[in-house]
């Protein structure tokens, strides 16, 4: 991890976008962010028509100004390589670097991302212009950090990408036998008996080979990571000493893999925009630890989040008062060494103008800036809290988004079937337990966790099967979802019975899938491990069931009724030293809950909706505690809060909407529930702790 060059403390801004407005406005921004305790700001992430009018003609003097004016008012600068978005120029000189869509569409210029990453053209006139950018500004006092791109996600099905595509699959399988076997092209006459037979998987007649598309998603990845590392080695080159970062973006369309790209940034840096309004929270937690365990447990860096406003797909929700808040540090709780925000001052026009900003267009006389003003008085006075302090986790999730891609090919058994939900389920219900968690790649050590999540692993590797085994012998405990250890890392089904590579470990045998049109009644044993009874409490299973027999395992709860009566629906194998549950079907968050219960995992150390998080470096440790609830809550802590300066010597009070930041030198402590409040819904309101209390 290197950090931007000349801030030791936190980061605190977002994308500034001068080119929209008269310079008149620049000095109004100058000023507000001074106010409003901004230290960076991300520039010209969509300039690239304004700094390269016509091909190899730039024009900087606008953004030397930009600079200049910024670095007298003491604001740092991520310089953005403004790739993401061509030039109108660029694709009437270069129409064959356009895009072109699954179905030979060859999209238009007209909204961003409209460039093919193979094309020859645009990979040079992308270094051309990040080269241009350093050799200008390498010497510039605001420079702090270079932003290559922007979200990088873009799909094309081109002719370039057909040749980068089979160039890449030489590499990866060495032979077309192995590639034939790997894709198993017997099926449906596939065969392929020379290189240039293999194409991009476009829009065909019906299904497409799922093992051709996931390796074509693999092969995105790693054009797309080419691409970034073409100007990183340009922009390293120049400024050896000036970090190099791009920003993360999480979602259905990005084929990208997060494991191999954190290994190229010079800092993790993610964007992350919540939603659902009620589960914002939720979701901000899951984001934030995904970064976390991209950037190793090192610090990482939000890179954007939405000021004001909730995207929920069909309309925008304002944030209640407190949130911007309380989602920014849920961030910095989990290893953000700071907070930022697209963008600085909403837009008047183009197609995100009804995007938030940090500066409304009501302007900044109102509640939102007044917030955005608030947090920049608050965020310094956690630096010692968010610089290097570990998060530690004793539960960690898998996470592979190779499976992800898989299990959502077409032709899948069932289309209810969503990777992310079981994912964001185990992580939700993690969080409503009070557990801090980690993701964790299924080839990892993961000796360090009492206990690991595995939602829908539905591809594992020899050697990941071997890892996990090998978890559970030493004494971990596994908990399993349904679909996991289904297939290859081709994603071939493996032959014996399902779940495939895990089934010894599990204690179990799975003959056939019964995808669930409606929830099923699944009666689950309250007390020890029983054999068939039929007591215990009913609960439903959704979406999936499996016609499971015991090879060993114990039956936790068990199908009642239909053809799957009496049948295990949640099992436990003792293996080694350790242990191994298995779901077969989707349970509620409250039954996933008492499995994890039964699996070990403690009571939540907090009344529900109270989000306690702790960063230790040595014998200090640093208590985040942060009330989402309209509320006022009560929490056991001991020391001295951060935000407030005042002491909390046992009992913690926050108001609804509350927070607290609490130092305390023993290290080793965590926190515990004192007393007892619900969680209400409803709009939040005040933004600290009140009477921090001894």
């Known amino acids: 991890m290197r950090w931007p060059r000349g801030m030791d403390g936190l980061c605190y801004g977002g994308d500034y976008n001068p080119e929209q407005w008269p310079e008149e406005v620049w000095h109004e921004d100058v000023a507000l962010m001074r106010e409003a305790g901004v230290t960076l700001v991300t520039v010209g992430v969509f300039s690239w028509a304004r700094l390269e009018p016509s091909p190899g003609r730039f024009t900087f003097g606008r953004l030397d100004r930009v600079l200049d004016l910024l670095h007298a008012g003491g604001v740092k600068v991520a310089l953005a390589t403004p790739t993401a978005s061509p030039p109108p120029w660029f694709g009437l000189a270069h129409p064959d670097a356009l895009p072109v869509s699954g179905d030979g569409t060859r999209l238009s210029h007209g909204s961003r991302d409209t460039y093919c990453v193979c094309a020859p053209a645009y990979v040079a006139a992308s270094v051309r212009i990040a080269r241009a950018l350093a050799e200008r500004y390498r010497e510039h006092p605001a420079l702090a950090m270079w932003h290559v791109h922007n979200e990088y996600g873009t799909w094309c099905h081109c002719d370039h990408v057909a040749a980068a595509f089979r160039a890449w699959l030489r590499a990866r399988h060495g032979s077309l036998d192995a590639l034939n076997d790997a894709w198993t092209t017997a099926f449906w006459s596939q065969h392929y008996t020379d290189w240039e037979e293999i194409t991009p998987p476009r829009a065909t007649q019906y299904l497409p080979n799922p093992s ?72 901000t937690a899951f984001a934030a630890d995904l970064a976390r365990a991209w950037s190793g447990g090192r610090p990482w860096l939000l890179m954007e989040q939405a000021a004001g406003i909730v995207y929920t797909g069909t309309r925008m929700r304002s944030k209640r008062p407190g949130e911007i808040a309380l989602h920014s540090l849920q961030h910095v709780a989990r290893g953000s060494r700071g907070a930022m925000f697209f ?8 197609s995100e103008l009804w995007h938030g900003g940090m500066v409304p267009h009501a302007g900044p006389g109102g509640r939102i800036f007044r917030e955005i003003r608030e947090l920049g008085g608050v965020l310094p006075h956690l630096a010692e809290a968010a610089r290097d302090a570990a998060v530690p986790a004793d539960v960690a999730i898998l996470w592979d988004p190779e499976s992800w891609w898989a299990v959502e090919s077409p032709g899948f058994p069932s289309s209810d079937v969503r990777y992310l939900d079981a994912l964001h389920q185990a992580h939700r219900v993690l969080w409503r337990n009070g557990a801090t968690t980690d993701f964790a790649h299924p080839s990892h050590d993961l000796s360090a966790y009492a206990m690991v999540l595995v939602p829908s692993l539905y591809l594992v590797s020899d050697a990941a099967a071997r890892n996990l085994t090998a978890y559970v012998e030493q004494g971990g405990t ?20 399902y779940p495939g590579a895990l089934r010894d470990l599990l204690g179990i045998w799975v003959e056939e899938f019964l995808p669930l049109a409606e929830p099923v009644p699944i009666r689950m044993d309250d007390g020890e491990d029983a054999a068939g ?55 509620d968050d409250d039954a996933y809950a008492r499995v994890l219960s039964r699996a070990g995992l403690p009571a939540a150390p907090a009344p529900a909706g109270v989000e306690l998080v702790r960063r230790v470096d040595g014998g200090t440790c640093w208590l985040f505690a942060l009330n ?67």
């Open 343 to 350: 963008q600085w001052r909403a837009s008047r026009g183009g």
């Open 478 to 497: 596994l908990v399993v979802s349904f679909l996991s250890g289904v297939a290859d890392e081709h994603a071939r089904v493996r032959l014996g019975g």
């Open 533 to 587: 009874g039929r007591g215990g409490h009913v609960v439903t299973g959704e979406i999936w069931s499996e016609r499971v027999e015991s090879r060993g395992a114990t039956a936790l709860a068990r199908y009642e009724g239909g053809v799957l009566d009496g049948l295990p629906a949640v099992t436990r194998h003792a293996h080694g030293a350790g242990q191994a549950f298995y779901l077969s079907t989707r349970l």
């Open 212 to 283: 051709q598309a996931l390796d074509f998603r693999r092969f995105l990845s790693a054009a797309m990571l080419a691409h970034y590392r073409a100007q990183k080695a340009v922009l390293r080159e120049l400024t050896p000493d000036v970090p190099v970062t791009t920003n993360f973006v999480f979602g259905g369309w990005v084929p990208v893999d997060n494991w191999e790209w954190a290994g190229e940034v010079d800092l993790v840096a993610i964007d992350h925009y919540p939603d659902d309004p009620e589960h914002a929270a939720e979701q």
């Open 628 to 694: 989402h609830t309209a509320a006022e809550q009560e929490i056991a802590a001991t020391g001295t809060d951060l935000v407030t300066g005042a002491t909390a010597g046992g009992l913690l009070r926050l108001p609804p909407g509350g927070f607290a930041v609490i130092r305390t030198t023993d290290g080793a402590s965590r926190p515990v529930r004192r007393g007892h409040a619900s969680a209400q819904g409803g709009e939040t309101a005040g933004r600290r702790t009140e009477g921090a209390t001894a």
